[in-house]
Nanobody, 124 residues
Framework: QVQLVESGGGPVQAGGSLRLSCQAS????????MAWFRQAPGKEREGVAA???????TYADSVKGRFTISKDDAKNTVSLQMNSLTPEDTAMYYC??????????????????WGRGTQVTVSS
């Protein structure tokens, strides 16, 4: 089992930036695929960005060019830099991870470890 703890959420005005971080701990015995998901009230969970070992990051179309995912394997952390935020980005953001390769990087079914989430609220 891998424990994931997110941080960095909060309120921000439209056009602003936030940086989310996720710390993984526990039974980490191989490279992790890690991803960020979000879920707004009344909406389905959406894969936002993912980073799989040896592959380029993957982004949802809605965040391409605005969000950047990065991973520090030595520290078992993954970050999400979010720029040019809009009210549509308001959601609970969750970190997810799995050992090895996530075949469908932005599918929640590809991950078996989840954090509790951090709230991002963008005001207009």
């Amino acid at each position: 089992q891998v424990q994931l703890v997110e941080s960095g959420g909060g309120p921000v005005q439209a056009g602003g930036s936030l940086r989310l971080s996720c710390q993984a701990s526990g039974r980490i015995y191989s490279m992790l695929s890690m991803a960020w998901f979000r879920q707004a009230p009344g909406k389905e969970r959406e894969g936002v960005a993912a980073i799989v070992p040896s592959f380029s990051p993957t982004y949802a179309d809605s965040v391409k060019g605005r969000f950047t995912i990065s991973k520090d394997d030595a520290k078992n952390t993954v970050s999400l830099q979010m720029n040019s935020l809009t009210p549509e980005d308001t959601a609970m953001y969750y970190c997810a991870a799995r050992h090895g390769y996530a075949i469908e990087e932005l599918s929640g079914d590809s991950y078996n470890n989840w954090g509790r989430g951090t709230q991002v609220t963008v005001s207009s």
